[in-house]
């Protein structure tokens, strides 16, 4: 199945789009990959901090995922220390968590039932500033794995394709704006909003 351009990545380079995510492998192949990915001017550790709440909430469009109530909008303290088996953005249950850097979830049983199996791997990725004492930055990445063997499946996977490409693209950005935010308020002579 080919995955060059949309809805299989959006902001995601060539070399995250081609890299190997633990998703990749949480499915039995062949499995349809999708990556997702922008760039936040914050140290990676707020970055990770504001992945880790997606065990809150799904910071997409809450109206749709989140039953109308708001993701929380400031850090919750503790949320960042994540445990396989916990529950991830609703919908998926954690698997494997690479401490600072990267978890990896797949669907729940009840999801499973009616979206089929995803493996999905979200990552922080550290960027060097940008000249001499500019910002820290880093990459928000996500990979989606859905099964791509049957025709069904590849039908099922170019659907999930572009209704996930509107859904982790505002969560993506979400996140990112939120990560910005507090990194711009935890600077020197700056109120700061960081929990």
């Known amino acids: 199945m080919p995955e060059a351009g949309l809805p299989w990545r959006w902001g995601a380079t060539d070399e995250e789009h081609a890299r190997a995510y633990p998703a990749d492998a949480l499915l039995t192949a062949p499995v349809a990959r999708m990556t997702r990915a922008v760039t936040a001017a914050a140290p990676p550790d707020l970055a990770w901090r504001w992945l880790c709440q997606l065990a809150l909430a799904p910071y997409s469009y809450d109206w749709i995922d989140n039953r109308g109530r708001r993701s929380p909008r400031a850090l919750v303290p ?39 199996p995803w493996g999905v791997t979200y990552a922080v990725e550290p960027l060097p500033a940008i000249g001499p ?30 209704g996930d490409l509107v859904m982790m693209r505002k969560q993506l950005l979400t996140l990112r704006d939120l990560a910005e935010r507090d990194a711009r308020d935890a600077r020197p002579g700056a109120a700061g909003r960081v929990g």
């Open 78 to 116: 503790g949320t960042e220390r994540l445990e396989v088996g916990q529950v991830m953005a609703t919908v998926f249950r954690l698997t494997e968590v690479d401490e600072g850097r990267a978890w990896t979830a797949r669907t729940s049983p009840s999801a499973e039932r009616v979206a089929g």
């Open 133 to 162: 004492g500019g910002p820290e930055r880093c990459r928000l990445v996500a990979r989606i794995a859905v099964p791509s063997r049957t025709r069904l499946q590849r039908a099922r996977a170019l659907a999930v394709a572009w």
